[in-house]
């Protein structure tokens, strides 16, 4: 078996739970952009680690702690992007949801600097 790209293993490096312990793979300026159409209030830019942070709380608060992220496949584009689907589930208005998620993530000196999270919104799944 081959070791993974590195770029792969920085972003397993990631607690989503913890951003603060993550920090040393986020470049100082980083910028996660999420688009959901059908979330307005999360949509957005979230600049570095605070911001970041900030958005994960968010969703949390939001499912009442629900969220959950299941890897399914990551993969190395070049060196500088990570391709990952995820299936994201969590609890949103006492109903349980699945999704499809894509995540593309930048990364530059072995630091991630800008990452786009872009759930599949209109074929979410019930439960």
Sequence with gaps: MSDPHPNVAL???LDIHDIAASK?????????RYFN?????LQGDYVGLTGIR?????????SEGSF???PVSAEAVGNELVVVHTRNSLTFDNQPITMDVVVIWRIVNGR????????SVFTVMQG
């Design 11 to 13: 972003i397993e490096r």
């Design 24 to 32: 040393d793979v986020f470049a100082e300026d980083a910028v996660f």
């Design 37 to 41: 159409p059908l979330l307005p209030d």
């Design 54 to 62: 900030d958005f994960f709380q968010k969703i949390g608060a939001l």
């Design 68 to 70: 959950r992220i299941e």
């Design 112 to 119: 991630i600097t800008e990452v786009w999270d872009i759930p």
